[in-house]
């Protein structure tokens, strides 16, 4: 299967010369379950030509917010909803959660309650399963259709499933440890709170179940579909 990554941010200029951007670290997460990856860099601009140039799509994370006034924006709401009325697969994580339940019609704020910041641990349709963190923003109304496959005492709608549409996870199951170490020393001296990013910072050894993620987002991509 060819899968089109849908970047829609740049890792630190500091850290991606050593540990790749957002594209190289999905390659990475899904190497080993047959796929082969063309990126386009929505961010810039660059969308495309049609839903069925690849047969599944994954929206990456980003520093920005869903709810913010950039021109790309829009077209990948739009974009988003043709590839659901195709029945094109698509994955996003994080932001590209977030874009996904908004262009459905959720709704996706900075949550009042502050950040999440590394190892977390979600209750992932009955399991219990550890993976980086990197968020304030949440989706806060879920939409219509989609149903809640991972949850955690800060953030109700973790995980969802659009049928076979859709899957979308908040965490990352991309970051490994190091990763986000170089973002708390990074993005977010000044954004984070320090007492978080200490907190963050002693559990960033935690075993992580990015393995079994990788499994079931590559299981959605090879569902057959009609």
């Excluded at 390659?27 to 599944?56: Q, S």
């Excluded at 991309?174 to 978080?196: W, Y």
């Excluded at 559990?203 to 079931?216: E, Q, Y």
Aim: proline share 8%; glycine share 10%; net charge negative.
């Amino acid at each position: 299967m060819l899968i089109g990554i849908l970047q829609t941010g740049l890792a630190p200029e500091a850290l991606a010369p050593t540990m790749g951007d957002y594209p190289d670290m999905f390659a990475r997460l899904l190497d080993g379950h047959g796929f082969t990856f063309r990126t386009f860099p929505v961010v810039n601009g660059v969308f495309p030509a049609g839903v069925h140039d690849c047969d599944g799509w994954l929206i990456t994370g980003s520093k920005h917010g869903a709810y913010e006034d950039h021109p790309w924006i829009p077209p990948l709401e739009d974009f988003i909803r043709a590839a659901f009325a195709a029945r094109v697969p698509v994955v996003g994580i994080c932001f590209g959660h977030q874009i996904i339940a908004q262009a459905m019609g959720g709704r996706v704020e900075k949550y009042a309650g502050g950040w999440s910041v590394g190892p977390t641990a979600y209750d992932f349709d009955g399991e219990t399963v550890t993976l980086n963190a990197w968020h304030q923003d949440q989706v806060v109304q879920r939409p219509p259709g989609a149903t809640v496959l991972a949850r955690s005492g800060f953030c109700e709608n973790a995980a969802l499933l659009y049928d076979d549409r859709a899957l979308t996870i908040q965490a990352h199951p991309e970051f490994q440890a190091d990763f986000v170490d170089g973002l708390m020393k990074t993005r977010a001296i000044g954004v984070v709170p320090d007492p978080l990013l200490q907190t963050a910072a002693t559990k960033l050894d935690t075993p992580l179940d990015d393995t079994s993620i990788a499994a079931r987002i590559a299981a959605f991509f090879k569902t057959p579909r009609a």
